[in-house]
């Protein structure tokens, strides 16, 4: 991972006005592909153990506190049964974060086609996207540019959208400092 790693926060304020939040914080919904370390990276922001998550089959909710921020993420299931419910999760979103196993190149496609049906609902329209490049401690992972062009990213007009290369195990390139949580 040669590239700079920058931590979530630094991240949103980036891809949104941190001025223009109330007193509610940030809602963010994570999405991506089952396997793809959604659960893992909200747990790695909460500051909790990583050692033994299981696959979400519908989904947490964590408020992450940092620097006087108020953060609250929808982490929801990828497997492909409950991607078609995805959409009941998207209003009042303030930034999506789509989640990519860098490490799986046989489902980049897959995981292209939702992202792209995903930003065309009307309640996603303008909402900044972040995507995380997954799993760049292994040693198959495709690179984040490799990643950004494979889901097309240049194409998105109507969106600011950052890629940002992490491992949700190590935190690297997702860590909050300073944070706390609460889960719901």
Not at 38 to 59: D, H, R, V, Y
Request: glycine letters at 8%.
């Amino acid at each position: 991972m040669g590239e700079v790693k920058k931590g979530l926060l630094s991240l949103v304020a980036e891809l949104k006005k941190i001025e223009d939040v109330d007193e509610h914080g940030l809602r963010i919904v994570l999405l991506g592909l089952d396997n793809a370390g959604k659960t893992t990276i909200l747990t790695s922001l909460a500051l909790e153990e990583i050692n033994c998550i299981t696959p979400t089959q519908g989904f947490n909710i964590k408020s992450v506190q940092s620097q006087g921020l108020k953060l609250t993420v929808w982490d929801i299931g990828g497997q492909r049964a409950i991607r078609s419910h995805w959409k009941k999760y998207l209003g009042s979103t303030d930034l999506l974060i789509y989640v990519v196993d860098s490490a799986d190149r046989k489902r980049l496609e897959e995981t292209g086609q939702e992202l792209a049906e995903l930003v065309e609902e009307d309640s996603l329209y303008g909402v900044p996207l972040l995507v995380f490049a997954n799993k760049q401690d292994l040693l198959s992972a495709a690179p984040a540019a490799d990643i950004a062009s494979g889901l097309n990213l240049h194409t998105y007009r109507d969106r600011t959208w950052q890629i940002q290369a992490c491992s949700a195990i190590s935190g690297e390139g997702i860590q909050v400092t300073g944070s706390s949580c609460a889960s719901k």
